[in-house]
């Protein structure tokens, strides 16, 4: 059975304060890795997706990284405007194409 | 028209009834997927349609079902309600093939 693990399960950081949150896998075949970000009362916002190891992905002030065993999101001099819960989630090869796996997410809160 | 859209964006129900829910998938997108998630947890795959049929299914009992239709919109169904069903119900979207979903803003069901 697929399953992801995210640490830490909260996190906070003072503005500027770079950190990095990581996501473990365990998946029978990988089609994908995706990392989302999700704000109160809202659905998942989709950030990247990452599909072999050693593949890196930027978006402003993150950056997605992907091992075999692991992927790690790279937040770096963060605002406040980062505070949310991401959330990481792997696609394996032998099911079908739409079911995601998601982790329990790190919550992350910068204070100004 | 972008984006997935939700409706309703609450819901009471009281334990044993029935409740429907609606979603418009973004234009393009043939495939939509169900999850649930309850409260600081990660989502969890109900089910998948594409071109109208279930085509992949969760650990979730058959008193969840569904329905998508050829104008990009679907339903969640749950008869039998129990109170363990309060979560927010998010549907995805996704071209065929898989990928990074987009997601709607999810309904928040309370069963009493």
């Known amino acids: 059975e697929d399953q992801v693990t995210q640490s830490p399960e909260a996190l906070r950081l003072q503005e500027g304060e770079s950190s990095s949150l990581n996501c473990s896998y365990t998946?029978?075949?990988?089609?994908?890795l995706f990392w989302y970000r999700q704000d109160p009362g809202k659905g998942p916002e989709f950030l990247f997706t990452?599909?072999?190891a050693g593949e890196e992905k930027e978006k402003e002030r993150l950056k997605a990284t992907l091992t075999k065993k692991e992927s790690f999101l790279h937040i770096t001099a963060p605002k406040p405007e980062d505070s949310a819960t991401y959330l990481c989630?792997?696609?394996?090869?032998?099911?079908?194409?739409?079911?995601?796996?998601f982790g329990d997410g790190t919550t992350l809160t910068v204070k100004p | 028209e972008t984006g997935v859209t939700q409706s309703p964006t609450h819901l009471i129900k009281t334990r044993g009834q029935q409740v429907t829910l609606r979603c418009s998938s973004q234009?393009?997108?043939?495939?939509v997927s169900w999850y649930q998630q309850a409260l600081g947890q990660g989502p969890q795959f109900i089910f998948q349609?594409?071109?109208?049929?279930?085509?992949g299914r969760g650990n979730f009992p058959p008193r969840f079902s569904g329905l998508q239709f050829p104008n990009y919109s679907s339903e969640l169904n749950v008869n039998a309600l129990e109170l363990d069903d309060s979560a927010l119900y998010l549907c995805?979207?996704?071209?065929?093939?898989?990928?990074?979903?987009?997601f709607g803003s999810g309904t928040r069901l309370t069963v009493v």
């Open positions: 349609y594409y071109r109208e049929e279930e085509n």
């Open positions: 995805a979207s996704s071209p065929s093939g898989g990928g990074g979903y987009t």
């Open positions: 998946v029978s075949g990988l089609r994908g």
């Open positions: 990452l599909y072999s």
């Open positions: 234009s393009g997108h043939n495939t």
């Open positions: 989630a792997v696609q394996a090869s032998n099911t079908n194409a739409g079911k995601s796996t």
